[in-house]
C-alpha cells in the first residue's frame, strides 16, 4: 500500500480545481481499506473517501487521509430464467460497467449511459437519468465500519433510497465505506425511452431495431450533445436537483408562464431547475475563470484556473434568483467539501 504525501487532486476531480490531500492511499482490497483506516487513526487525521470525483466540489486542501477506491471486478452472482445478480467491485468505472452489461444482454442500466463517476458512488446518490434510478436495479451493497472495519450488508429497503438520496448522505453518512454493489439485472429488457428525447434521438440515429445498445447510444448521444466533457471543461454534470412544487404553485406560475415545463409524481409537480435558470438569465454567464455553461445552464464549469469557492458564490447567487423570481428553492447534487 503507497502512503502519498500532499498530492494535488486535480486529476482526481472533475472540476479540476487544485487541491491538497495531506496523505493519500489507493485501495484495491478491503484490506487495504482497514488498513488505510488504522493509517488515519495512528496519524489522528479524518479520512474522506473519493470515488472518480465527479459529484464533488472541492473548496480548500483536505487535512485527511484522502483513500481513492480502486477495487475492481464484476462477478455473476446468481441466474435464472429471468433475472442475473452481478456483484461490482466500488472501484469500477460506472460506465464501463453499464457497456459491460449491455454488451452481456443485462437490462436495466442502459438509461443510465455515460453517467461520470464509480459503481461504489452510485447507491449514495441514487444515481438517476432518463427515467431510470439506481434503486430499480439494486440488490445490496457490501460496506466498511470505519469504526469497528467489520463489513455490514445493506439490502434494499436499509438503504432508504429517495430521489438523489440514500441513507449514506444521513443516518450513515461518513460511517462506512462501500467497497461492492449488487445488482439485478434483467435478461428481458423493459425499455424506458419515454423520458427526454430518447424516442427522437432514436430516430435521429436511424435506429430501427430497439436494443439496449441503441437506447444506450441515444442516451450517450443526448448527454454528449448537451454536457460538457470534464477533460476539456472543469464541471461536476448537473449541480442542481430538479425541485418538486405543489401542483397549486405550478398551476400559479404557468398563469406566468405558459410554456413552463412540469412532470407529475408522488409528491407534487418537478420542475426542470435548468429551464428555471436559463429563464432567469443565467445560461451562458462567465464570472472570470467560472461560469454557467453557453448550452447547458444545469452545469457550472470551471474554464481552467476557477476556484471551488467562487463556484459556491456562483450557485448561492443562482438560487438566491431562483427563489426571488419563482419562488422555488434550489438544492445542490454536488457535495461541498
Known sequence: ???????SLREFNTFGFDKKARFFIEVHTNEEVNKALEFAKDVDLPVFILGGGSNILLTQDLHAVVIKMNIQGLELIQENGEAILVKVGAGVSWHEFVLKAIKNGWAGVENL?????????????????????????????????RASGTISLFDHPQCMFGYRDSIFKHAAKDKYIITYVSFRLYKTPKFNISYGAITDTLKKLNQK???????????????QSKLPDPKLIGNAGSFFKNPTIPAEQFKELQSQYPHMPGYENEAGIKVPAAWLIEQAGWKGKRFGEIGVHEYQPLVLVNYGQGDGQEIVKLSKDIQADILKKFGITLHPEVNFI
Do not use: C, W
Open 1 to 7: 500500500m503507497n502512503i502519498q504525501e500532499n498530492i
Open 113 to 145: 449511459s455515460l453517467i461520470p463517476g464509480t459503481v461504489g458512488a452510485s447507491p449514495m446518490q441514487n444515481i438517476g437519468a432518463y427515467g431510470v434510478e439506481i434503486e430499480e436495479v439494486f440488490h445490496s451493497l457490501e460496506a466498511i465500519d
Open 209 to 223: 431495431d430497439l436494443t439496449l445498445k441503441a437506447v444506450s447510444d441515444a442516451v450517450i448521444h443526448i448527454r
